[in-house]
């Protein structure tokens, strides 16, 4: 089973494009329609918390969720040339993960951007989210790899992947393949 991580605020393009790339099997998680608190930096989660964390809220089904994936695919929008606020509060409160158990230990984790501005536009925006993935893999130890980097067009006239490339259906098939791999 493989997770897919809607890290939006909004369930359009991310959520479009990993509704399309998840198999039956699989479980979409979108953070739009999830409570997740902020973490409180409290380090409770280091004395090895049944729960992970002291916070009761949406996010002790997303541990269990990643604990069980085989892989886990993120698409984040670019906000401020930076993954969204809301999946860097997600991954803030990945800390258990990191600290102890090492429970993302030899997964895999795979990010898709989507901005609004051109692939090349965007490109060096991309390379820092994919950096960014990397240097937190190192000390959780889990493989990231980069996938794509989208562009849904001007968000006043098109902001629509599906409608941006006219290849939209073959770009995902050839996701799905490498997400396989």
Same mark, same amino acid.
């Given at each position: ?12 393009? =991310? ?23 902020? =973490?409180?930096? =409290?380090?409770? =989660? ?20 990643? *604990? ?11 906000? *401020? ?35 609004? *501005? ?64």
């Amino acid at each position: 089973m493989n997770l897919y991580l809607v890290g939006s605020n909004r369930n359009q393009n =991310c959520y479009t494009i990993l509704k399309d790339l998840k198999e039956k099997e699989d479980v979409l998680f979108s953070l739009a329609d999830k409570s997740i608190n902020y =973490c409180l930096g =409290c380090s409770a =989660c280091m004395n090895h918390l049944e729960t992970c964390c002291v916070l009761e809220d949406d996010m002790q089904e997303l541990y269990q969720a990643m *604990m069980q994936a085989d892989k886990i695919v993120i698409a984040t929008p670019i906000y *401020m040339n930076h993954i969204s606020g809301i999946l860097k509060n997600v991954i803030d409160r990945w800390n258990p993960y990191g600290s102890h158990e090492k429970l993302l230990k030899g997964k895999t984790i795979y990010i898709i951007t989507v901005g609004q *501005m051109s692939e090349e536009e965007n490109a060096e925006v991309a390379e820092s989210i994919k950096n960014y993935f990397e240097s937190i893999s190192e000390f959780m130890e889990f493989k990231t790899v980069f996938l794509k980097n989208f562009s849904s067009g001007d968000v006043e006239t098109v902001d629509s992947v599906e409608k941006f490339y006219p290849n939209y259906k073959q770009v995902i098939e050839d996701l799905k393949v490498r997400i396989k791999q």
